[in-house]
């Protein structure tokens, strides 16, 4: 039985897009990417996408792939093709990490629905390959016990699994409700929280899932709507933070919480995780044309009381304004 879905999305194929030079999304130009390609461009850094399959467009480039579902490695339905370009493009559409190296697991059928089982071997399989981040767009209600203890070994290996939270403004879809995730959500380019976007006590961070463009089948470009599309707008920014560093899960969550964007509630709350990911200040850099601060003592600061004191970052901030 098939139990594991793509959340419902929403795709606008778009032509003629080739004759351009070259192509982002809106999410890539306001994070302004190339300036943070100054620093880091997920140079050697292993990143596995569990998906539909293996990409076969000229802008994207895959090291490696494996298929699971007895269909064969390529992607045919498209969805795959996407999330690899948003991470990994480089020679029209541009991705978000350009040197990583990209692997890839079919567990989902062309139809776009698998098998537990083999999310399970996707994962195993990246684990063996020595992938640092692994993207998961997919899921849907688990009640196995197989596939948890896979997640807690590669969060103790210190390898990060980006999921997408899920389409239904419901709860979180498993895997990303596990505590061993990152689980994501999606805004809209108001920067407001999308109306779709799932929730719950296991949200970490949101980051653009509204309207972006990316690589599509048969060397095309579409617009794609939905949290599937916002875990690897993530995947690619862990995937520049592992070029500089090795950040495992607690790490990545503890500079989740310090430097994304608060939304909703102040600090943490169900509906919008953290906040929005700020690449610049997660990444520890400076944006140009904004002057230098002592921002980055201050975040270090709650970093520390985060992460080894367990404070939350509300009372934390609370703290420091005096509030």
């Known amino acids: 039985?098939?139990?594991?879905?793509?959340?419902?999305y929403k795709v606008e194929k778009l032509k003629g897009l080739r004759l351009l030079k070259e192509l982002s999304n809106w999410a890539f130009k306001h994070w302004k990417v190339k300036e943070i390609w100054e620093h880091t461009t997920g140079k050697e850094v292993r990143v596995a996408v569990l998906d539909t399959g293996r990409p076969e467009h000229t802008d994207i480039e895959v090291f490696k792939s494996v298929d699971f579902t007895g269909?064969?490695?390529m992607d045919r339905n498209g969805h795959a093709t996407?999330?690899?370009?948003?991470i990994n493009a480089t020679k029209g559409f541009l991705g978000l990490a350009?040197?990583?190296?990209?692997y890839t697991a079919k567990i989902l059928d062309n139809k776009g629905s698998g098998d537990w089982l083999w999310m399970k071997k996707g994962l195993e399989w990246a684990l063996e390959e020595g992938c640092q981040v692994v993207?998961?767009?997919a899921g849907g209600e688990y009640t196995g016990n197989e596939i948890q203890p896979v997640l807690k070994k590669m969060a103790d290996l210190g390898i990060i699994v980006m999921c997408a939270a899920g389409n239904e403004n419901d709860k979180l879809i498993f895997p990303a409700s596990n505590e061993n995730t990152i689980a994501i959500g999606a805004v809209n380019e108001a920067w407001q929280k999308a109306t779709f976007s799932n929730f719950g006590p296991r949200l970490i961070v949101m980051a653009p899932g509204v309207k972006l463009l990316g690589c599509w089948l048969n060397n095309g470009y579409s617009k794609a709507t939905g949290t599937s599309m916002a875990a690897p707008e993530t995947s690619g920014i862990l995937v520049l933070e592992r070029e500089l560093r090795s950040t495992n899960l607690k790490e990545a969550v503890a500079k989740f919480a310090i430097?994304?964007?608060d939304m909703g509630e102040e600090g943490w709350d169900p509906r919008t995780g953290w906040g929005i990911i700020d690449p610049f200040?997660?990444?520890?850099f400076e944006e140009s044309g904004k002057k230098p601060t002592w921002n980055w003592l201050v975040a270090l600061f709650f970093f520390l009381l985060f992460y080894f004191f367990g404070v939350p970052a509300t009372a934390v901030k609370k703290v420091f304004k005096g509030g």
Do not use: Y
């Not at 996407?82 to 948003?86: L, N, R």
């Not at 350009?98 to 990209?102: A, D, M, S, V, W």
């Not at 200040?281 to 520890?284: D, N, S, Y």
């Open 135 to 137: 993207n998961i767009s």
């Open 259 to 261: 430097t994304s964007k």
């Open 98 to 102: 350009p040197k990583c190296k990209l």
């Open 281 to 284: 200040k997660f990444l520890g």
């Open 82 to 86: 996407w999330v690899c370009g948003c």
């Open 71 to 73: 269909e064969g490695e």
């Open 1 to 8: 039985m098939l139990d594991v879905h793509l959340p419902p």
